[in-house]
């Protein structure tokens, strides 16, 4: 379930079955001078959940992933294999294009595909005085853009990655600073933790503990977190050297989209995302920068060890009926905002400690900012509340956005009898008899 079937290289399409990996499928179809028009951070999806759960990248001229989907093969327990796309039943096909895989096994997608080049990464510090003068810009300028905002600094990360100019070539700018120079406030702050909490229990430390010259930056923030994760200023020093770290790693990097486009995210963690709109690219409402002003002072006024970053990223609408970011207006833009917390170790208390904790901080985020910025969690991150009132709560809220009452019944004319069904699907959208 892993195949490229076959490949249109004239239309720049690409059929394959849903289990492939992203990066196994763009590893193959670069013969053909094509690749996928956007990715997500990361590479090792498989291209039938990236899809079912309304996946994307960032570029406010770029819709989600299910966007890139032309037609697809479902297996239904109902109806056997069926076939749908924008020409075969429409309907269903917009339903089920991020249909959470509720109403079939994904068996075959074609993929509208793009011509491959390669983009030139600027990466550079800002802040947010500066991003508000320049925000419409970034958005319209860029093919893609993305925030990344450290809590308790005015420092905000700007990555745009535009496509490289033949006329004139790779940029010619040589980085100010060496990665050795990048990272060495970082790891000065690791030894001055490690002294000061030398004795405590915690992962650092170890016989076989890796040189420090050997760690990534993301490595020495999980070993700098671990040593007291939910300690607001040890947070706050953690976040300051990661600032310096971004300020010294300003520069120009030239890639394939499949290479540049990625993300190191750092280990094991909690996030949260939610999408919500922005206005529409020739005019941004620039709600999506009032969010993160509120979340910001919010973070500040709760205490909150928040780490970094607090990733925003854009997409243009979709036409998946069950997507965040659907929208009959084409022009539509929407804002994707993650908040996170890591698990930087294996010791069970400490990520019990770590999870209240951020599930206190996403309530409030919730509480304070999803209805008054019309926000909706990302399907691959949403969480099933446990509490009854809540859970009806959240099941009312997802009422008012999706068609569910023609999700469920798209459900039960193809799989009546729930094969298909997990708990997480029953909890969100009970049929009316449940109910």
């Known amino acids: 379930m892993d195949k490229v079937l076959s490949v249109d290289k004239e239309k ?3 059929t394959v079955q849903a289990g492939i990996r992203v990066q196994q499928l763009v590893d193959e179809i670069k013969e053909f001078g094509i690749t996928l028009q956007n ?3 990361i590479r090792e999806q498989q291209i039938g959940g990236i899809v079912q759960v309304g996946a994307h990248g960032t570029g406010a001229r770029l819709p989600p992933i299910d966007e890139q989907v032309i037609s697809m093969k479902l297996v239904t327990p109902a109806k056997g294999t069926i ?4 020409e075969k039943d429409p309907e269903l096909f917009y339903l089920a294009r991020c249909g959470l895989g509720g109403l079939g096994v994904v068996a075959e997608v074609t993929l509208q595909c793009v011509e491959r080049q390669e983009l030139v990464e600027h990466t550079f510090l800002s802040n947010m005085k500066d991003i508000k003068k320049n925000h419409k810009k970034f958005l319209s300028e860029n093919k893609h853009v993305k ?3 450290i809590p308790y600094t005015d420092a905000v990360v700007v990555v745009t990655c535009n496509p490289m100019s033949k006329r004139k070539g790779p940029p010619k700018n ?10 060495q406030h970082v790891r000065d702050l690791y030894l001055e933790s490690l002294t000061k909490y030398r004795g405590q229990a915690t992962d650092s430390g170890s016989p076989d503990e890796p040189e420090i010259v050997e760690l990534s930056f993301t490595e020495l923030r999980d070993k700098l977190l671990a040593m007291d994760p939910l300690n607001k200023e040890h947070v706050i020093k953690v976040n300051k050297a990661e600032a310096e770290y971004w300020r010294k790693s300003e520069g120009y990097r030239v890639g394939w989209s499949d290479e540049i486009l990625g993300f190191d995210c ?3 963690q909690w996030v949260s995302e939610t999408c919500f709109p922005a206005g529409t690219l020739s005019k941004p409402s620039m709600k999506d920068l009032e969010y993160i002003e509120e979340l910001m002072q919010l973070i500040e006024k709760e205490s909150v060890p928040a780490p970094a970053p607090i990733e925003q990223r854009w997409t243009a609408c979709s036409k998946s009926r069950m997507s965040p970011a659907y929208s009959s207006a084409d022009d539509d833009i929407f804002s994707w905002v993650g908040i996170i917390m890591y698990l930087p170790t294996m010791d069970a208390r400490q990520r019990r400690q770590i999870t209240e904790e951020f599930f206190h901080y996403r309530h409030m985020t919730q509480a304070q ?13 949403i969480e099933v509340p446990k509490d009854k009132e809540e859970l009806a709560a959240l099941q009312a809220r997802l009422k008012k956005k999706f068609p569910v009452d023609a999700y469920n019944q798209a459900r039960k004319e193809l799989d009546p009898n729930r094969i298909l069904s997990n708990n997480m699907l029953e909890k969100l959208f009970p049929s009316s008899e449940a109910v």
């Open 12 to 14: 720049k399409r690409v």
């Open 39 to 41: 990715f997500a951070s």
């Open 83 to 86: 076939e749908i796309s924008k």
């Open 147 to 149: 925030y990344l905002y």
């Open 174 to 183: 040589k980085p100010k600073y060496t990665t050795e120079e990048a990272l």
């Open 266 to 268: 750092g280990g094991h």
């Open 369 to 381: 900012l999803w209805d008054h910025y019309s926000a909706f969690e990302h399907w691959a991150k």
